[in-house]
């Protein structure tokens, strides 16, 4: 059985982007899913009251569209989007660029959605939540 210790502390270098990636790699391998106590949770919310019925039917899940990037910081950007999808090849990430708009991460988390919102803003590119 591997150290749990150093199991830990590896895990806790990864990015959040990364992060999100092994969590869906291990939802494959394994036929399980992360997400089934959330929609326990939330399936069990709209009992409290009637005002709860709106933030029950939230949306979990968002698609990041890459709306659009100015010519002078198309590099910066294609740094990010290599960042944000470990793994696309500089070929593919510029095509993603040059190609905008297109879906950059899709059914990402809120947190996930967010944080590669604000990256790819901080780099130049316009981005749309979905």
Avoid: C, H, Y
């Avoid at 040059?98 to 996930?112: M, R, S, V, W, Y």
């Amino acid at each position: 059985m591997p150290d749990i210790a150093n199991l830990v502390e590896e895990l806790s270098k990864l990015t959040v982007i990364e992060a999100a990636d092994l969590v869906k790699q291990l939802e494959t391998k394994w036929g399980v899913s992360a997400a089934a106590p959330v929609a326990v949770a939330a399936a069990g919310a709209p009992a409290g009251g009637g005002a709860a019925a709106p933030a029950a039917a939230a949306k979990d899940t968002f698609d990041v569209i890459l709306a659009s990037v100015p010519a002078d910081k198309k590099i910066a950007v294609i740094k990010v989007v290599r960042e944000i999808k470990a793994g696309l090849g500089l070929a593919e990430a510029k095509a993603l660029v040059e190609g905008a708009p297109k879906p950059l991460l899709e059914a990402a988390n809120k947190a996930d959605s967010d944080a590669a919102k604000k990256k790819l803003e901080d780099a130049g590119a316009k981005v749309e939540i979905k």
